[in-house]
């Protein structure tokens, strides 16, 4: 697992940041909304003790080596409207996991790909990861298209994985090599 330091990333609109409590009314925002957890892995959150709790996941994870979330921040105002996170830090083969969520009103600005690229660079750069995976709803075609755009081949795909709310669904993965992402 690699070593993890408090880090902000700066793009052109966005500030990402580590997280803190004082991130769980905007964080439950985030995930209280059905139309954003509409191809996540659990239901929507219905109480904010969800999302403080999820934050207390996310402190431990950053001690622990094992998580980084980002909050991703509109540079202009400050206000937080998703999250960014690499985790599953498989050291020895030098690969992680990738995860995001943004506000439905941010949808189709291009922010999603802006904090992707800033984020896959710290991987690589930073973190000397080789490879990143993603595992997205396949019916999740705004995630898929901004993956592919950031150069994610799809790999796999795995029928009836989730059980969500009583939804059974489905698995595409998809994966990124540093060469890839150099080659761009």
Partial sequence: MPTLTPTTLHTQRLVLRWMDQSDAPALFALFSDPAVTRYWSTPAWTDIAQSRAFIDT???EYEAGTGLRFAILLAETGEM???IKLYDFYESNRRCDIGYALLQAQWGKG???EAL???IEHA???LN???IEADIDPRNE???KVLERMAFVREGYMRERWIVNGEVCDTAFYGLL???WEAR
Avoid: E, K, P
Wanted: no cysteine; charged share 15%.
């Fill in 81 to 83: 409207i998703g999250s």
């Fill in 124 to 126: 690589f750069n930073t």
């Fill in 117 to 119: 690229s800033a984020v």
């Fill in 129 to 131: 990861m080789n490879r």
């Fill in 142 to 144: 705004a995630s898929a």
């Fill in 111 to 113: 922010l999603v790909g």
């Fill in 58 to 60: 996310t402190l431990a």
């Fill in 178 to 180: 540093r060469r890839d």
